[in-house]
């Protein structure tokens, strides 16, 4: 079995971890930490999905060409991680039915990290 962990690099992990806390839920680890600042937390989201979100360090860093697919199974889950991202984000495509069975959209949440969702339908709607 294999897991892939988004690693998402952000200049304040604390911020970082109470919009991303908001928008996915999930249990937050901290990894490192020095001086009560936070500088690598994993947020278990499931026990499939866990974000590693990590300071910059002081180090120039941009998520511009970060695209990460998202995929649930539960259409209010997918409204709540959409809404909780465009607060201070850009939802450049919003949430609706496309041609492939599907409500999708898109944000490209303030650190510049693009989320695409997607959740599959069942049946029509």
């Given at each position: ?8 690099k ?53 998520n ?27 939802p ?29 339908l069942?049946?029509?709607?």
């Open positions: 079995m294999m897991q892939l962990s988004p690693f998402i952000v200049d304040d992990v604390d911020e970082a971890v109470k919009i991303y806390k908001n928008a996915f839920s999930g249990e937050v680890k901290i990894l490192n930490e020095t001086s009560g600042r936070r500088l690598h937390v994993e947020l278990h989201v499931n026990a499939k999905v866990i974000l590693h979100i990590s300071s910059t360090y002081g180090k120039e860093c941009h511009d060409n970060t695209n990460i697919i998202l995929t649930f199974d539960d259409l209010e889950a997918q409204q709540q991680a959409y809404e909780a991202l465009s607060k201070s984000g850009d450049h495509m919003p949430l609706q039915k496309t041609f492939f069975n599907a409500i999708h959209g898109q944000v490209k949440d303030q650190f510049g990290v693009n989320w695409l969702m997607n959740c599959f069942n049946e029509t709607v």
